[in-house]
């Protein structure tokens, strides 16, 4: 009587492998990655390094400045009527040779 349930749990144990079998690396690398937070934290970060990476020796954004006087103030006396002003900067890095 006792190999009975014994036989039953041992189906019921052995019965689930062939699922985990049939999956592939790539789905176990898929199924680690969504449930293993520190995971998803250390893949991120290594993308942002490698993003440094390709970054680093190319210049910054430009910047853009606007700046705009007396706009529709034309007709008020001792004003030299509308003036604006645009700037554009491009920061170069230079690096020390000493």
Known sequence: MRTLPTAL????????L??????????????AYQLDPQL??????????????????????????????????ASLKDLDGPNYAIQLNQAIVQQSLL
């Not at 749990?9 to 689930?16: E, R």
């Not at 893949?43 to 706009?71: F, K």
Request: no cysteine; glycine share 6%; aromatic share 4%.
């Open 18 to 31: 062939p699922t985990y079998a049939q999956l592939s690396l790539q789905q176990l690398q898929q199924q």
């Open 40 to 73: 998803q934290y250390l893949i991120r970060q290594n993308e942002t390094d490698n993003l440094r990476v390709q970054q680093s020796g190319r210049l910054a954004n430009p910047e853009i400045a606007i700046q705009a006087d007396n706009l529709g103030n």
């Open 9 to 16: 749990m041992l189906i019921g144990l052995i019965s689930p």
